[in-house]
């Protein structure tokens, strides 16, 4: 991709969005328990995966060893 022209004017420029409140259309079934989030879709697939990050304790560590074994041995999707 290639920018050479410069951008148009948008609403961010011109400060019409920032300190203004905007209406969501997600917004009132989120603030009244009706939404459904990504995790709760479990009829959708059989036994699904849950991960979280981990923040890594080491800053500078270096891996020196991964087990693979478990992650190889299971089936593909």
């Given amino acids: 991709m290639k920018f050479d ?3 148009e004017i948008n609403p961010v420029d011109q400060l ?5 409140p905007t209406p969501r259309i997600d917004g009132p079934h989120k603030v009244t ?4 989030f990504a995790y709760e879709h479990r ?3 059989p036994d ?11 800053a500078k560590g ?3 060893s991964i087990e693979l074994d478990a992650a190889t ?3 593909a999707c």
């Fill in 33 to 36: 328990g009706q939404a459904r």
């Fill in 43 to 45: 009829d959708e697939v």
């Fill in 5 to 7: 022209t410069p951008a």
């Fill in 48 to 58: 699904p995966a849950y991960g979280w990050v981990v923040g890594a304790t080491i």
């Fill in 16 to 20: 019409k969005v920032v300190g203004h």
């Fill in 62 to 64: 270096r891996i020196e």
């Fill in 73 to 75: 041995a299971a089936p």
